[in-house]
């Protein structure tokens, strides 16, 4: 009765409503624990609020439906309760209506009278085209029917649902817009943007309204006025003094990045990529990624110079590269079973005398280029256990055009990865030829050391082969090329993540 009296006068409940009966309920059953338990003493405050908590969290109502403002529930029959607002969501092609299944062994299914389906046999398909016809004719006001209509991936065209095709040409056939000039379809379809930030949904338009500060916020951030960009440098630098004598090796690099050479040769910044932090726990394993890929590939190059596999693991085990033990052993044997077929693929093609020669070649701006290639006869080898990357594509290259420029060997390049059955090859060119080649590098050599040239390999040779033949469409080409320079779900390292071109 005290609890009664409580409710009674501290809240504003109806009677007759929902909640008041739960209330109601709820003091019952205390009332029913006491007199069964014949409990006469006092309830401490404590236990009775633990109770009422669980009680209340436990508390479902019968049936949710019609019960508040907002009503979600499933297309059921016998509901086409008349509503003014009804909302139809994910009326997408193939997902609704739905397929009828015929079994093999129903044979209700499968005889047919007078090409019909007996009539106790019901058809999901049939029974979903009849209740999308009763939640039309229950929308008072407003109808309210949504689709995916294009592909977050591709941005391709997706059709709805058969029967809101039917019905749009229905509307079609029946009803134009009057003082307009475009089709009643445009006039009746939104086709909203893939976000909800887009500015289009915060400007004076009919079609796309939002009401969230949230996403305004977000689309003024990433729309609204900007601070204007500013690069590293504006004007090319002049150097005072020019280097003219350079290693193939750096000139590799600075096509790998030319971005990073400037900033860090030509102006003198460095930049730390991330922070090197020792780890305080004991080795165990090799944790894959980019640990694994060191180790296979040192392993590759053990092995294809004949040394001893025990004579690695007491290395590997030194540097702190593979724990110490058995465990440390085992990880490398099954490394080298990895690697194995990897590793005859390439002997067969480092087949011949092996020689290395001190070349060097004077291009036309006076810079004078040193290398050391590795011949194996007349073949050059590069070969990385991973898979073929387009800096593999341009070191080989720039190899081969520095070898075949220098007159003194006709010379076959091969690269050799793990992914290609084939080997990349590029065959002996005339020296003339090879010359040209170089001297438009060397020329670009020099300009990157006046400025930052925007060059960069792997979202280069993706255009490449995009475009190439036009093997896609132009509208798609640039989606492509961001999702290779700014990253994607691929776990590629992105060229943008590196932070001279970040600053570049």
Not at 290 to 296: Q, S
Not at 330 to 337: C, H, R, T
Not at 385 to 403: E, G, N, P, S
Not at 477 to 484: G, T
Request: include cysteine; proline fraction near 4%; charged fraction near 25%.
């Amino acid at each position: 009765e005290y609890y009664n009296n409580l409710i009674n006068t501290m809240l504003d409940v109806d009677n007759n409503s929902h909640d008041y009966e739960n209330i109601q309920n709820l003091f019952l059953s205390l009332l029913a624990i006491v007199t069964g338990n014949k409990l006469n003493d006092n309830i401490e405050f404590l236990v009775m609020k633990a109770w009422l908590e669980d009680f209340f969290s436990e508390q479902r109502a019968s049936s949710n439906f019609l019960s508040k403002g907002i009503t979600f529930c499933q297309l059921l029959p016998m509901r086409s309760i008349p509503f003014k607002v009804v909302c139809l969501l994910g009326m997408n092609d193939g997902q609704f209506p739905r397929l009828d299944e015929n079994i093999s062994f129903d044979i209700l299914r499968n005889e047919k009278y007078n090409n019909a389906l007996p009539r106790c046999i019901r058809s999901k398909r049939n029974d979903d085209r009849y209740l999308f016809l009763e939640s039309i004719i229950s929308a008072k006001k407003y109808l309210f029917i949504s689709y995916q209509g294009q592909s977050p991936i591709d941005l391709s065209s997706k059709e709805p649902s058969i029967v809101v095709n039917e019905l749009l040409e229905y509307i079609e056939n029946g009803f134009y817009v009057q003082d307009q000039q475009q089709p009643i379809r445009d006039w009746i379809v939104t086709q909203h943007h893939l976000h909800h930030f887009h500015p289009a949904y915060f400007q004076d338009n009919r079609k796309y309204i939002s009401y969230s500060k949230m996403w305004l916020d977000e689309s003024k951030a990433l729309y609204g006025q900007k601070q204007e960009y500013q690069p590293l440098i504006t004007k090319p630098v002049e150097l005072q003094k020019h280097d003219t004598a350079i290693t193939m090796d750096e000139l590799i690099q600075f096509f790998n990045n030319p971005a990073r050479y400037f900033i860090t040769k030509v102006l003198g910044i460095y930049l730390r990529d991330t922070v090197i932090e020792l780890d305080s726990n004991e080795l165990l394993s090799i944790a894959g990624g980019l640990d694994e890929y060191a180790l296979n590939n040192e392993l590759v190059a053990w092995r294809i110079a004949n040394n001893d596999i025990q004579q690695f693991m007491y290395v590997k085990k030194k540097e702190g590269v593979i724990p110490d033990g058995i465990l440390g052993n085992v990880i490398v044997k099954n490394a080298d079973a990895n690697v194995a077929g990897f590793v005859e693929n390439v002997r067969e093609y480092c087949m011949g005398e092996k020689h290395s020669y001190e070349l060097t070649y004077t291009g036309h701006d006076g810079i004078t280029v040193t290398g050391t290639p590795t011949l194996y006869g007349e073949k050059q080898i590069f070969y990385r256990y991973a898979k073929l990357k387009a800096k593999d594509r341009l070191k080989a290259f720039l190899w081969h055009i520095f070898v075949c420029a220098t007159g003194e060997f006709g010379v076959t390049t091969y690269v050799l990865t793990k992914d290609e059955t084939q080997p990349l090859e590029y065959t002996n060119i005339p020296d003339e030829r090879a010359k040209t080649y170089l001297n438009k590098f060397l020329y670009l050599f020099n300009e990157g050391k006046r400025r930052i040239i925007p060059f960069f390999p792997e979202t280069s040779y993706t255009y490449y082969n995009l475009t190439e033949n036009k093997k896609k469409n132009e509208k798609y080409v640039v989606y492509d090329l961001e999702k290779i320079f700014y990253g994607d779900s691929d776990n590629n390292i992105p060229e943008y993540s590196d932070p001279h071109v970040k600053r570049a």
